[in-house]
């Protein structure tokens, strides 16, 4: 058995939301099915019908392996080895489930059909996907994370096999879950800001501002997408006046990690927990490891939980976990006013203010916080004192994003 790791674009993502507390040896177990085996290509139908099909899982214990095609618009077929399906669980196995303490996640593969189309300078989001856009996933996790599209019965991908018994069969649930995870259109509008940013054309040209415009629809389009949601990343365009966020980058705030800063959102932010009173100057501090998350206001108000880690989950996923990024980077959220269009080769200009909310929007990456509220995700290097106050901490925060000393800044606020 050989690991095959994703070749860029292609990527994975771990999280716990796919599944946590995976055994290794039950997925190794898994992996041991036969279906997984062989070097010769097969074709699968995708859904019901003849010979083999997709999607398809195999499982052992409580770790579970989804093989499926992503995408807006499925082929009616695929031809894939089933070695290479083999191939790509087990990295995520050995990058998930190994490095990550027992995670779940999913690697692509094939993604550059999608991202070909998208910096086509033919093809605004708007133009429907063709079939050839489709890619590979490979999903590894519990249970609840086994998805299939509404109307597609679980099918054994080799119906003649006797040593092989579908666990699910004929349970419906939601789309392929890369589906819905906002990777994907962060992964596509980073290849378009690529192609804006690096070409020597006009800024004027309809080719750059074909790929400013892909870019900012794309961005908008994983703001609103929600891991593990049943509703795909695809499923409408996103209008700029429904964006009051901004999300920055910055690698002033260190690397925390990844899994650290997962924990933080999944064993510390509660959205069914009570809501969370924040002052001026009295910042409130989850901290895991290498990643701390700073909630804090200019002005006294009060945050649902949900807020917090909706625009957390954005945070995370366009600054920490960024599959464009070859190193994490931290990051801030807040409610922002508007800010300069990109160049809009549709010339939809008109664009609501930022500050007007929308009554009974869907909370959302786009809108997750209110106004005078931000949440800052930063590598803490220095720790703070055990005793320290909720004002000393926020000082301590204060240095670290402006890269000062915290002894300086603060009075020994950290140590």
């Known amino acids: 058995?050989?690991?095959?790791?994703?070749?860029?674009?292609?990527?994975?993502?771990?999280?716990?939301?796919?599944?946590?507390?995976?055994?290794?040896?039950?997925?190794?177990?898994a992996t041991m099915n036969p279906v997984l085996h062989g070097s010769q290509a097969l074709t699968y139908t995708i859904g019901a019908g003849p010979g083999y099909n997709m999607p398809f899982t195999v499982s052992s214990g409580g770790c579970y392996i989804t093989i499926d095609v992503a995408g807006p618009n499925k082929p009616t077929s695929v031809r894939a080895s089933p070695d290479f399906f083999l191939g790509s669980a087990l990295w995520v196995i050995a990058r998930c489930v190994v490095v990550g303490f027992g995670t779940g996640g999913f690697a692509t593969a094939s993604i550059r059909n999608i991202i070909n189309f998208s910096t086509n300078i033919d093809n605004l989001v708007t133009v429907p996907y063709p079939p050839s856009t489709a890619f590979y996933t490979v999903l590894v996790g519990n249970l609840h994370s086994v998805n299939k599209r509404p109307g597609v019965p679980y099918l054994n991908p080799l119906q003649a096999n006797s040593l092989f018994t579908p666990p699910l069969k004929n349970i419906q649930a939601n789309p392929s879950p890369p589906d819905t995870d906002p990777a994907i259109p962060i992964e596509i509008a980073a290849y378009n800001l690529i192609q804006f940013q690096f070409s020597n054309l006009s800024p004027a040209s309809l080719e750059r501002r074909v790929w400013a415009y892909n870019a900012d629809s794309y961005h908008r389009q994983s703001l609103a997408s929600a891991r593990g949601s049943p509703q795909p990343w695809y499923t409408r365009a996103i209008a700029a006046a429904e964006d009051t966020m901004t999300y920055e980058c910055d690698a002033g705030l260190g690397n925390p990690a990844v899994e650290d800063c997962s924990q933080i959102r999944w064993d510390q932010v509660k959205p069914g927990g009570d809501s969370l009173a924040v002052a001026p100057g009295k910042g409130?501090?989850?901290?895991?490891?290498?990643?701390?998350?700073a909630i804090t206001a200019s002005l006294a108000l009060t945050l649902t939980w949900a807020q917090?880690?909706?625009?957390?989950?954005?945070?995370?996923?366009?600054?920490?976990?960024?599959?464009?990024?070859?190193?994490?980077?931290?990051?801030?959220?807040?409610?922002?006013?508007?800010?300069?269009?990109?160049?809009?080769?549709?010339?939809?200009?008109?664009?609501?203010?930022?500050?007007?909310?929308?009554?009974?929007?869907?909370?959302?990456?786009?809108?997750?916080?209110?106004?005078?509220?931000?949440?800052?995700?930063?590598?803490?290097?220095?720790?703070?004192?055990?005793?320290?106050?909720?004002?000393?901490?926020?000082?301590?925060?204060?240095?670290?994003?402006?890269?000062?000393?915290?002894?300086?800044?603060?009075g020994g606020g950290g140590g």
């Open 1 to 29: 058995m050989s690991i095959i790791p994703p070749n860029p674009p292609d990527f994975h993502v771990c999280d716990n939301i796919y599944g946590a507390n995976l055994l290794y040896t039950d997925c190794i177990a």
């Open 284 to 293: 409130v501090f989850l901290h895991q490891n290498t990643c701390t998350l």
């Open 308 to 410: 917090i880690q909706t625009a957390l989950s954005a945070l995370l996923g366009l600054c920490v976990a960024n599959p464009s990024q070859d190193t994490p980077q931290g990051g801030r959220a807040y409610y922002s006013p508007p800010a300069p269009a990109l160049n809009d080769p549709q010339q939809n200009n008109g664009k609501q203010h930022r500050e007007e909310k929308r009554d009974g929007a869907p909370l959302s990456g786009l809108n997750a916080l209110p106004p005078h509220a931000n949440i800052t995700i930063f590598q803490q290097k220095s720790t703070f004192q055990n005793d320290a106050s909720a004002e000393e901490k926020t000082c301590a925060w204060g240095a670290v994003v402006k890269g000062e000393s915290i002894a300086q800044a603060c």
